[in-house]
């Protein structure tokens, strides 16, 4: 549980990442309503969904899809999601991202300095996958840091935001 992880790294001010569990997905999440303290021995049900791919902009994305932002206060980082351009869409597990997974641009992230590029995955070490972790947690500011745990979904596969497995570098976890 990513955003978990999150929360007890920012009120115990610990700044080491044992990448534990997925980011929950921009819009909810499995977190309940209570305190940071009771959130440690709570549990939360399975959140299945689907890897899409990571993006700043539509030119991220595959022909007919769209980046679609987490939240526009913190950045345009999002997924690419299907049917942009009011052609109905194409099928969005089909293929990954078009972009290059360049640079970064600053406009992406805005909430906070991210650890990582989701985009490149750079500087995780190998088995890490760079995320956005802690959405879904109200008590909780989203981050972009390296997570390893059982990142091994690949594009359009299965994953779950809260028991694994989860996505690839380069992919975020889409709940249904």
Do not use: K
């Not at 977190?31 to 993006?55: F, I, K, M, Q």
């Not at 932002?69 to 969005?92: I, K, R, Y």
């Not at 879904?136 to 972009?144: A, S």
Request: with cysteine; proline share 10%.
């Amino acid at each position: 549980m990513r955003w978990l992880f999150v929360a007890l790294v920012l009120t115990t001010g610990c700044g080491s990442n044992s990448g534990d569990g997925p980011p929950v997905s921009g819009s909810g999440g499995s977190a309940g309503s209570s305190s940071l303290n009771d959130a440690a021995y709570e549990e939360y049900p399975p959140e299945p969904g689907v890897c899409r791919a990571l993006c700043c902009s539509n030119a991220d994305c595959a022909t007919g899809e769209a980046c679609t932002p987490f939240d526009t206060n913190a950045g345009t980082l999002g997924v690419c999601s299907p049917g942009w351009a009011g052609d109905g869409g194409t099928d969005p597990d089909a293929g990954a991202s078009s972009g290059d997974g360049g640079a970064f641009p600053e406009s992406c992230w805005t909430l906070n300095d991210p650890e990582c590029n989701p985009l490149s995955n750079e500087p995780c070490d190998v088995g890490g996958a760079c995320d956005v972790g802690g959405q879904g947690d109200p008590q909780t500011e989203p981050v972009v840091s390296c997570y390893y745990d059982d990142n091994t979904q690949g594009p359009g596969e299965t994953c779950d935001n809260v028991d694994g497995p989860f996505c690839v570098p380069g992919y975020h976890c889409v709940p249904n």
